[in-house]
């Protein structure tokens, strides 16, 4: 009787355990699987604008100074007053704090300001799908989704790895390709061939 007993804690520790950790998946991650590069996993940090993210600016009383901008070509925005404000490479709070600090420059007394991303840049992908080519990101979008929207794998698809350039990156780097890989805006996502 205390064998049966014995065995059935241990099986029920086991399925807590499994429940658990099933439960406490965390941030979505990039595994790395290039051997040359680092084995940390990379997780989904602060978005960060870029060349031809669309924002909507809100300053707060003023309808004239608020409206929808585009990140251009040289990584700026022109608002009405102040001019252009670089935005690539600063997160939305960090372009909420400087344009308030500009307007309150002479323009505005205490101006409170809110940046909101309403159209992510797109997202590439090349290689061993359907139809390669650019498509427009959202959010939570995982590689699998991204070859899903490029018309799903060829016969001929590794479909065990993915090589992904980021924005700013100097070169490809390989992941493992699972549901949990993410894709950010601007990404250049590569599927290549198997090995026969």
């Known amino acids: 009787m205390t064998l049966l007993r014995s065995a059935f804690l241990t099986t029920m520790i086991a399925v807590f355990m499994f429940v658990t950790a099933c439960q406490s998946g965390g941030a979505v991650t990039r595994q790395v699987v290039d051997d040359s590069a680092p084995t940390q996993a990379q997780t989904n940090t602060a978005y960060t ?8 600016i809100n300053v707060f009383g003023q309808p004239e100074l608020s409206g929808q901008f585009v990140v251009d070509g040289t990584g700026s925005i022109s608002l009405p007053l102040i001019g252009q404000i670089a935005a690539s490479g600063s997160s939305t709070q960090d372009l909420e704090t400087t344009i308030a600090t500009e307007l309150s420059n002479g323009f505005l007394l205490e101006p409170r300001v809110s940046v909101e991303v309403t159209n992510y840049r797109p997202f590439y992908i090349l290689g061993e799908v359907g139809r390669p080519g650019e498509y427009p990101f959202n959010s939570g979008l995982t590689v699998l989704n991204a070859v ?5 794998f060829t016969y001929r698809a590794n479909k065990k790895v993915i090589y992904i350039k980021s924005v700013g990156a100097d070169k490809e780097m390989a992941y493992e390709l699972n549901t949990n890989t993410i894709v950010k805006p601007g990404d250049t996502l590569r599927i290549g061939e198997r090995i026969f």
Do not use: I, P, S
């Open 148 to 152: 899903a929207a490029a018309g799903g």
């Open 49 to 56: 604008l870029g060349t031809g993210d669309k924002l909507r």
